[in-house]
């Protein structure tokens, strides 16, 4: 692994192996950690496309028919490859993207648990047997895998991303076609590497780089691809499952966020800005959960922004590479115009900085935010903090609920009937009761509204690349 890491110039990955393609072209990948050329890596044409494409076809049929308890197998090995090699695949992410290495350290742990929690579902996807109407009939139903499946992923979380769709696919016995971030390909490109040492068989992992529009509309315009996975901007999203109408493919959308946190009066501060720190500045605020609207109650608002100045003011911005580094001083650069665009925007109409405001990367605390901030409209991607004042209860959660978006919230109160209120309350997908990180392989995940549909992790995302055949057998 760490030699095909060390490596320059990488192909695509189409059928179990390495490709440079029939047209050889290639484009470099600068490190936003050095801004230096670091890698190459090479373009997808029209002709690598259906490769990619026969290729997962006929995986599909091999890999369909492997036993549950070998997908499995394929599964677990996959997940003992990724700790093995923990520090080569973060050294990478940080690199590819600038994530500070003991993040990237433990999103490495995070992805190898999807894959050791799908190889426990594949042996769990039992059937049905129907009681009959009939004494000459006998009905059951199978769960049959869908298909070739499609997964498109983002620059933010290289591996976790990925390996939610990967391992939910491949459990339940469906092909994919990957087609990375053109930004992170590295990172999916070596867990293409080790799904061949893993045992995985050629065809059922196929990895495309290069134009995006170009990939996304060849592969999404074959009937032979029965399931897209996208990760993804809610305006993109729409797009792709337009795209995905002519051949009716089964979707599953996670779209773009634009979380709340509603901190009640007799919430625990320490744990309350403690999670609050670490739902808001995982990979620099540049999350899709992370919390962008903080709702305050107004007679605690004074000692909880006390409190998280302080502790803000505790944490190290530096280079991602150093071990000590809480908060990259990398952001990305459409984050960082927004950042600074939103900063501005709000200082101009009347909000106050707290904290920060010398850097983008810098966490930075606004008070005194109004719903008209552009701050307040739509997510940062950055480590901003907007701090919103709110009298009554159901105040804070009308005020948490005025989006379009509902992927996660956040709530802090030490009372039982409060926090159940506000949870039944909030119109999101994922909520975190006084916890900052909710998310886990055996829980589900996904949104509502503009966030998207369909869940990927928990007991029910293996069946999103599953269906239902009913038989009925007459004698």
């Not at 309350?272 to 899709?288: D, W």
Request: hydrophobic letters at 40%; aromatic letters at 8%; proline letters at 6%.
């Amino acid at each position: 692994m760490e030699e095909f890491l060390s490596r320059h110039d990488h192909g695509l990955f189409i059928h179990g192996s390495f490709t440079p393609g029939l047209k050889g072209q290639h484009r470099p990948l600068v490190s936003p950690v050095t801004g230096l050329k670091w890698k190459s890596v090479h373009t997808a044409s029209k002709s690598e496309i259906q490769q990619a494409i026969e290729s997962a076809r006929e995986g599909f049929q091999v890999w369909r028919g492997t036993a549950p308890t070998q997908r499995a197998h394929v599964l677990n090995r996959m997940a003992e490859l990724m700790i093995a090699h923990r520090q080569a695949l973060a050294d990478t992410m940080v690199m590819e993207m600038g994530k500070p290495v003991k993040e990237a350290l433990a999103e490495v742990e995070y992805a190898a648990g999807y894959f050791r929690w799908c190889a426990g579902e594949a042996v769990r996807t039992y059937g049905q047997v129907i009681p009959s109407h009939s004494d000459s009939k006998r009905l059951w139903v199978t769960e049959e895998p869908i298909g070739v499946c499609a997964a498109i992923t983002p620059w933010n979380f290289p591996l976790a991303i990925p390996a939610r769709k990967l391992a939910a696919a491949w459990a339940a016995g469906c092909s994919v076609i990957a087609k990375p971030s053109p930004e992170v390909p590295i990172s999916m490109l070596a867990l293409a590497y080790l799904s061949q040492e893993a045992g995985l068989p050629p065809g059922v992992f196929n990895v495309l780089c290069g134009d995006e529009a170009m990939i996304g509309e060849g592969v999404l315009a074959s009937a032979d691809v029965r399931k897209l996975s996208f990760t993804g901007s809610s305006e993109v999203g729409r797009m792709l499952y337009a795209r995905c109408a002519p051949t009716l493919k089964r979707v599953t959308m996670e779209l773009g966020g634009h979380a709340p946190a509603v901190i009640f009066d007799d919430a625990d501060l320490v744990r309350a800005v403690q999670q609050l720190i670490a739902a808001k500045l995982r990979n620099s605020g540049q999350t899709c959960v992370c919390p962008n609207r903080i709702y305050v109650q107004r007679n605690i608002a004074e000692a909880f922004s006390a409190r998280l100045v302080d502790e803000l003011g505790k944490l190290r911005v530096g280079d991602p590479r150093l071990p000590d580094t809480d908060i990259s001083e990398i952001l990305h650069p459409s984050s960082r115009q927004k950042v600074e665009a939103h900063r501005q925007d709000a200082l101009d109409k009347g909000a106050h900085c707290l904290l920060g405001g010398s850097h983008p990367s810098d966490p930075m605390v606004l008070s005194d935010v109004t719903p008209e901030m552009m701050v307040m409209q739509g997510e940062t991607f950055g480590p901003l903090f907007p701090l919103v004042c709110f009298d009554e209860d159901e105040e804070g959660i009308e005020k948490a609920n005025a989006s379009p978006y509902g992927l996660a919230a956040y709530v802090f109160t030490q009372n039982a009937e409060r926090g159940r209120r506000a949870t039944e309350a909030l119109h999101y997908g994922v909520i975190g009761w006084n916890d900052g990180l909710p998310s886990a392989p055996h829980a589900p995940f996904g949104g509502m509204q503009d966030s998207g549909f369909g869940r990927e992790g928990g007991s029910r995302g293996i069946y999103e690349y599953l269906e239902q055949k009913y038989v009925s057998y007459g004698f």
